[in-house]
């Protein structure tokens, strides 16, 4: 089938027919060539923009446990396994460095705050820690709070849910097919059951990706598949920047064209989610980054990830303004 038959053939099924892709379908359009993204990121944009409107979400994230965590995933330089890496272990919840924080994030007109915490799973005095900063920050902000602080039991889930934790991210970052290869200390069933249990106590469920770790195209397909079962509200986009001292640090960046594919791509497998720029976008699309706003994403995080610098914020909202595109709140389309 040729390129300008397989889009129109996914603009019917995505728009006319409102039915998902198969996964053969998304396979094919992992072979296109360079020459083709262009039509391809227009059609995502297409289906965001039907299934999803023009709005774009903003949030920003608070590193507030950094380094020393114990699992030893590849990619990240916060793992106390890797001695070479110069993150070392910092401070633990400070309340007045979250509320801080969240001030600031409020300032930029964004809805969501995310408290994120190096960690396998939280104790009770970190549940008990981030409840508190939860009430605070809705108490002084308005707004809406998530957290990230690894593999959650049920009753830890409750307990976050009941205490106003408006949504909850775990990655599976890649697919299950691959996970051993860069994850050894924990397995990739542990995320999808933490996965299951947070939409079960009714949290909604952000759960991402990261791209650029030496899996196949055919894994990344894999990786949708996984995602469409766990039923996010959000997906997260992350492109590896490889960090030092890590096992992945010498790894290249993901070409941008081949970045734009995969957010297109995203977008189509996953039509009604918010979809969100994540790590990675600055030095793997470079002067692309606008095109990704065209291309199927409709979120962003603003300003430092927890070990990287991200631009500055009002670059971004520079960015939205010129595209038209407004800011605000968004839920997954149900």
């Given at each position: 089938?040729?390129?300008?038959?397989?889009?129109d053939?996914?603009?019917?099924?995505?728009?006319?027919e409102?039915?998902?892709?198969?996964?053969?379908?998304?396979?094919?359009?992992?072979?296109l060539?360079?020459?083709?993204?262009?039509?391809l990121?227009?059609?995502?944009?297409?289906?965001?923009?039907e299934?999803?409107?023009t709005?774009?979400?903003?949030?920003?994230?608070l590193?507030?446990k950094?380094?020393?965590?114990?699992?030893?995933?590849?990619?990240?330089?916060?793992?106390?396994?890797?001695?070479?890496?110069?993150?070392r272990?910092?401070?633990?919840?400070?309340?007045?460095?979250?509320?801080a924080?969240?001030?600031?994030?409020q300032?930029?007109g964004?809805s969501?705050?995310?408290?994120?915490?190096?960690?396998?799973?939280?104790?009770e005095?970190?549940?008990?820690?981030?409840?508190?900063?939860?009430?605070?920050?809705?108490?002084?902000?308005?707004?809406?709070?998530?957290?990230?602080?690894?593999?959650?039991?049920?009753?830890?889930?409750?307990r976050?849910?009941?205490?106003g934790?408006?949504?909850?991210?775990?990655?599976?970052e890649?697919a299950?097919?691959?996970?051993?290869?860069?994850?050894?200390?924990?397995?990739?069933?542990e995320?999808?059951?933490?996965?299951?249990?947070v939409?079960?106590?009714?949290m909604e469920?952000?759960?991402?990706?990261?791209i650029?770790?030496g899996?196949?195209?055919d894994?990344?397909?894999?990786?949708?598949?996984?995602?469409?079962?766990?039923?996010?509200?959000?997906?997260?986009?992350n492109?590896?920047?490889?960090?030092?001292?890590?096992?992945?640090g010498?790894?290249?960046?993901?070409?941008?064209?081949?970045?734009?594919?995969?957010?297109?791509?995203?977008?189509?497998?996953l039509?009604?989610?918010?979809?969100?720029?994540?790590g990675?976008?600055?030095?793997t699309?470079?002067e692309?980054?606008?095109?990704?706003?065209?291309?199927?994403?409709?979120?962003?995080?603003?300003?430092?990830?927890?070990?990287?610098?991200?631009?500055?914020p009002?670059?971004?909202?520079?960015?939205?303004?010129?595209?038209?595109?407004?800011?605000?709140?968004?839920?997954?389309?149900?």
């Amino acid at each position: 089938m040729n390129p300008r038959t397989m889009l129109d053939s996914a603009r019917r099924a995505l728009l006319d027919e409102r039915r998902d892709l198969t996964r053969a379908e998304l396979t094919d359009f992992t072979r296109l060539s360079d020459e083709d993204v262009p039509a391809l990121a227009a059609l995502a944009h297409e289906v965001r923009v039907e299934r999803c409107g023009t709005t774009v979400e903003i949030e920003g994230i608070l590193s507030a446990k950094t380094g020393g965590c114990p699992e030893d995933c590849h990619f990240c330089s916060q793992s106390s396994k890797f001695e070479r890496s110069p993150v070392r272990a910092t401070g633990y919840l400070d309340l007045d460095e979250v509320l801080a924080a969240a001030r600031e994030t409020q300032k930029l007109g964004a809805s969501e705050f995310c408290i994120v915490m190096a960690l396998r799973g939280p104790d009770e005095r970190t549940i008990d820690r981030v409840v508190e900063a939860t009430k605070l920050v809705r108490d002084e902000t308005g707004l809406n709070v998530a957290a990230s602080l690894g593999i959650l039991t049920r009753p830890q889930a409750e307990r976050l849910a009941e205490g106003g934790v408006h949504r909850y991210n775990h990655n599976l970052e890649t697919a299950r097919s691959f996970f051993s290869r860069v994850v050894t200390t924990h397995t990739w069933e542990e995320r999808f059951d933490t996965c299951r249990i947070v939409l079960d106590v009714g949290m909604e469920l952000c759960c991402g990706a990261l791209i650029g770790m030496g899996e196949s195209d055919d894994q990344r397909v894999e990786l949708l598949e996984q995602l469409r079962e766990v039923e996010p509200a959000e997906v997260p986009i992350n492109f590896l920047n490889p960090r030092p001292g890590t096992p992945l640090g010498g790894r290249p960046l993901v070409e941008p064209l081949a970045a734009i594919k995969w957010i297109a791509l995203f977008r189509l497998a996953l039509p009604e989610v918010i979809l969100r720029y994540a790590g990675g976008r600055e030095v793997t699309l470079r002067e692309l980054q606008a095109m990704g706003l065209t291309s199927g994403i409709n979120a962003l995080i603003v300003g430092n990830y927890l070990t990287t610098l991200g631009r500055a914020p009002e670059e971004d909202l520079t960015m939205l303004n010129d595209l038209r595109m407004p800011i605000g709140a968004l839920s997954k389309v149900l």
